[in-house]
């Protein structure tokens, strides 16, 4: 129980940050609108750093906050299939609530905000050339670097490292892909950080929003999976699992 608590608690802190950093940069009448890519960038590092030592400070030691990770870790032993399954849902549940701190944190400012899409934009991804074999492409790759990396750094040649200082890598690994693969789709490389935050656009009373642009949600849903077992696959074939 306490690993789900953890997981639920730690994605809220990822998205209410994460989220956070869309909104504050796109939003009209924030101070930091306009801000740019590199805030986004390490505002998402950042918005992982303290998801990860929150959830491991309420007794989820493996902090994955994104379905991806535990589904790479369970192909790995690290979970049972039932376990998996529900620290996906804790995940899926996090990234929900995290996004409905931020409407609230931002309330005035989505009245203030004409377009449509930059609302959505602010909780949800989506792609900067609309071609869905490419997204999802794109999608693999990001999140196979994600949890590629993840393998590397916490291998047995690169450690033990410090205690602590584990989710100062991991952050860092998120805000290298975000400078370097990051613009094509808004690297979502998890469920927890699409879905649930999709799910709370269309359900929170946000003025003057649009549709949840269901039609692409599957790609930043289903791609990170697939980028997630590739890369359990590599580490696997490499000999570092």
């Known amino acids: 129980m306490d690993n789900l608590v953890g997981e639920f608690v730690g994605t809220t802190v990822l998205l209410a940050f994460g989220c956070g950093v869309n ?4 939003l009209k009448k924030t101070f930091a609108n306009g801000g740019g890519w590199i805030c986004t960038a390490w505002g998402w590092g950042l918005a992982v750093l303290l998801g990860v030592y929150t959830a491991v400070a309420l007794g989820a030691p493996q902090a994955d906050l994104n379905p991806s990770v535990t589904l790479a870790k369970t192909l790995a032993g690290v979970y049972t299939v039932p376990q998996c399954l529900a620290t996906m849902a804790a995940e899926l549940a996090g990234g929900v609530a995290g996004a409905a701190v931020v409407w609230l944190a931002y309330l005035p400012h989505w009245e203030e905000t004409d377009d449509q899409g930059t609302k959505l934009g602010v909780f ?3 792609p900067a050339v609309d071609k869905p074999a490419c997204n999802f492409i794109s999608e693999v790759i990001a999140t196979f670097m994600l949890m590629f990396l993840i393998w590397m750094v916490f291998a047995v040649p690169n450690g033990p490292l410090p205690p602590g200082f584990g989710p100062y ?3 860092l690994i998120i805000v290298a892909i975000g400078l370097s693969f990051g613009g094509t789709t808004g690297y979502s490389m998890n469920m927890a950080r699409d879905l649930g935050p999709r799910i709370a656009h269309a359900i929170l009373p946000i003025a003057g929003k649009g549709d949840s642009n269901w039609g692409y949600a ?3 849903s289903l791609a990170p999976m697939a980028g997630a077992v590739l890369a359990y696959a590599a580490a696997k074939a ?3 699992l």
């Not at 909104?23 to 796109?26: G, I, T, V």
């Open 124 to 126: 949800a991804t989506g």
């Open 23 to 26: 909104a504050n940069l796109s």
């Open 169 to 171: 890598c991991v952050a």
């Open 238 to 240: 490499l000999g570092v």
């Open 218 to 220: 599957w790609i930043p």
